[in-house]
């Protein structure tokens, strides 16, 4: 060990000044960054990126905050990019999609067993130590998106924590006693309960506010949410159904991101082709957008596999007279 080693605690020192450097960053978030970003991952939901936005960088340059950075309820039909645009979201903002923290409110449906699980089990208990899934990654990292999906499902005591961390920033782990804070995190619920009924409710609505309480009043009416919920969210959010050229474009990210899994860029897609597995798509439409996930593996993976084999870098699908898929490497 040097001398110069010696003298300080390095790790500690990259430690301080890495987070002020993050102390500087924490209020400052570009918001046309943002929606880039935001707008590569998530297709035709433009008006929910703009607005999402704009509300982080308005809400992340506070100084002082005693509640989430925001908290947002997402709503629409399965499949429409909620999940997707949460995961942008947490990307963009703190670095890696994995500093999401997941919940499937079906999951949570038991009083007793939801409570240990988000907050941990009282001391004495088997399994105290290992304390929350809620808390404890919020003692290692505070700088997070917490997704509680299908919170309809959710019993009513995941909604007394649920207000107590919207209301306060803070929720406190059993066991340990310890305060988990959650004043620099977003707060995401998604819902897809009584969806027909709300795009029915606010078809034709073109002024947020009016279909903001339109939605609220019917989560209020049909149970689905108490309303003290409903009045510590920030923003309420409906997809729309995905159109047929939203579905296209998100069929060529598919093709790219799968490539991407072989280590391949692909730089071309013949319309033929993605005609071709969305047409294979409605057929199975019931299924929703997963499944084309499926189809754009059948139809793609074969041809990728080969040129990898072949230790191509980039490639190109095209389509030959009848239909049938060419692919072919263009620097290797
Ligand atoms: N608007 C969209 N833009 C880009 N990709 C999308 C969009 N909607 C869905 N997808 C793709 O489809 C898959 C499923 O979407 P996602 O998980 O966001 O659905 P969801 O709205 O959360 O549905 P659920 O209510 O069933 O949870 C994702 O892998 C995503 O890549
Ligand atoms: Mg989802």
Not at 179 to 190: C, G, M, P, R, Y
Request: charged residues 30%; contains cysteine.
């Amino acid at each position: 060990m040097s001398e110069l080693d010696k003298m300080t605690d390095w790790s500690k020192l990259k430690g301080m000044i890495a987070d002020s450097e993050l102390g500087d960053k924490s209020r400052e978030v570009d918001e046309g960054k943002l929606l880039d970003h935001l707008g590569a991952r998530v297709k035709g939901q433009d008006e929910i990126l703009n607005d999402v936005a704009k509300l982080i960088r308005l809400s992340w340059k506070k100084q002082e905050r005693q509640r989430p950075i925001c908290s947002l309820l997402f709503l629409g039909p399965t499949g429409t990019g909620k999940t997707e645009l949460a995961k942008a979201i947490t990307e963009f903002l703190y670095g890696d999609e994995r500093d999401m923290i997941r919940f499937d409110c079906s999951e949570l449906s038991n009083p007793e067993m939801a409570k240990a699980r988000l907050t941990g089990s009282a001391s004495g208990y088997r399994d105290s130590e290992t304390g929350g899934q809620l808390t404890r990654p919020m003692f290692a990292n505070p700088r997070r998106l917490i997704l509680f999906d299908e919170i309809e499902k959710a019993h009513s005591l995941v909604f007394d924590l649920l207000l107590q961390l919207l209301g306060d920033g803070r929720l406190s782990e059993q066991g340990s006693g310890k305060t988990a804070d959650f004043t620099q995190s977003i707060v995401v619920l998604t819902s897809n309960a009584i969806a027909d009924q709300m795009s029915r409710a606010t078809k034709g609505m073109k002024d947020y506010h009016e279909v903001v309480n339109a939605l609220k009043t019917l989560l209020a009416e049909s149970g689905t949410f108490r309303p003290e919920i409903l009045g510590r969210i920030d923003k309420v959010y409906m997809f729309k159904p995905l159109e047929g050229m939203v579905v296209a474009e998100i069929a060529l990210l598919k093709i790219a991101k799968l490539g991407k899994e072989y280590g391949l860029s692909v730089r071309f897609v013949a319309p033929e082709l993605v005609m071709k597995a969305l047409e294979a798509n409605v057929k199975v439409s019931k299924f929703g957008i997963r499944e084309l996930e499926r189809i754009l593996f059948d139809i793609f993976a074969p041809s990728l596999v080969e040129m990898r084999d072949k230790k191509a870098k980039s490639v190109t699908f095209e389509a030959d007279a009848s239909g049938r898929i060419v692919c072919k490497a263009v620097d290797a």
